[in-house]
């Protein structure tokens, strides 16, 4: 599609952080059934990635947490390019001040 490397280009701009803050996020994919699995292992191994639940109808949902905001945006940008994915959409973003963070 013309143009479309435009879009591509503009979806990975970084971003930096600019505080200390912790960034937890949460995401629903929405991927075939059949490739369920894969994409669930796929996010597993991500760095800060948790699947808290899944349905067998191909629906996950993810917890982000990362010191980077950068992180969190990857790792949605890259879910959508896994096989068998047909969608992700961040439904929660919250920021914890370094005072709150407890490890």
């Known amino acids: 599609m013309p143009g479309s490397h435009v ?7 970084p971003v930096q952080s600019l505080d200390d803050n912790l960034h937890v996020a949460s995401i629903v ?11 669930s292992a796929w996010l ?3 760095s800060g990635t ?3 639940g899944r349905d067998d109808q191909g629906k996950l949902v ?3 947490e990362s ?4 992180a969190v945006l ?5 879910v959508q390019l896994q ?6 959409a961040l439904v929660y973003h919250e920021l914890v001040p370094p005072e709150e963070d407890t490890p």
């Open 29 to 39: 994919v929405h991927a075939q059934p059949a490739m369920l699995d894969s994409v």
């Open 50 to 52: 948790e699947v808290y």
């Open 62 to 64: 993810v917890v982000i």
């Open 74 to 78: 990857n790792v949605i940008d890259n």
């Open 44 to 46: 597993q191994q991500q």
């Open 67 to 70: 010191y980077n905001s950068q």
């Open 83 to 88: 096989p068998g994915v047909l969608n992700a």
């Open 7 to 13: 879009l591509e280009a503009a979806a990975m701009i």
